[in-house]
């Protein structure tokens, strides 16, 4: 790593932010939206996104700990007005409720 380069974990804590689920609606009207549990460190997936690590990301889909937003799961948080923990990997944008 070159001496003035961000470690990228440092990278993606800095682009994480709240966001109401109000304003995701396009994303995920466009399939673009990936709920992580609360169980999983959102800054690990987004990091395993970035490097492409295609088998544990089957692994996290196949146990549910990363998946795509239901309608369910929309509505309610669009209902709740919630508040969401955002990511961008793109083109997906990572979400996370606290206390799933």
Known sequence: MEKN????SEKLNLETA????????TFFAS???????????????AEQLSA?????????????????????QALQWYEADAQLWTLVIK???????END
């Open 5 to 8: 380069q961000v470690p990228l």
């Open 18 to 25: 709240r966001a109401p689920w109000r304003e995701l609606q």
């Open 31 to 45: 399939g673009l939206v990936l709920h992580v549990k609360a169980s999983q460190d959102l800054l690990v997936v």
């Open 52 to 72: 492409d690590n295609a088998p544990l990301f089957q692994q996290w889909l196949d146990d549910k700990t990363v998946q795509k937003v239901s309608d369910e």
């Open 91 to 97: 083109p997906w944008i990572l979400v996370q409720k």
